[in-house]
């Protein structure tokens, strides 16, 4: 799918009919922390640590977005 400039991902992915547990949409409460198996994060939120930001394995999709073309992440 694609996320449009003007949405969250989280917004995106609720667009295409898909449920993630989520709380505060700010990125401070780590429950719609989503693993990701391909791609990197342009990490927003202020969950994650540094190191776990670099190993781009898992995001906040509420507040975090692409940071390449493609993301792919296990819904
Ligand atoms: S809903 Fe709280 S970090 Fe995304």
């Known amino acids: 799918m694609n996320v449009p ?20 949409r700010e990125g401070t409460c780590g429950t719609c922390e ?4 391909e791609g990197v994060v342009d990490h927003r939120d ?9 190993a781009h394995d ?3 999709v509420c507040v975090s977005r692409a940071a390449c073309p493609r993301l792919v992440l296990d819904l």
């Open 5 to 24: 400039p003007d949405a969250s991902m989280l917004e995106a992915i609720e667009e295409a009919g898909i449920k993630v547990p989520t709380s505060c």
């Open 34 to 37: 989503t693993d990701v198996l």
């Open 46 to 54: 202020s969950v994650l640590t540094l190191e776990e930001q670099a």
């Open 58 to 60: 898992t995001m906040m």
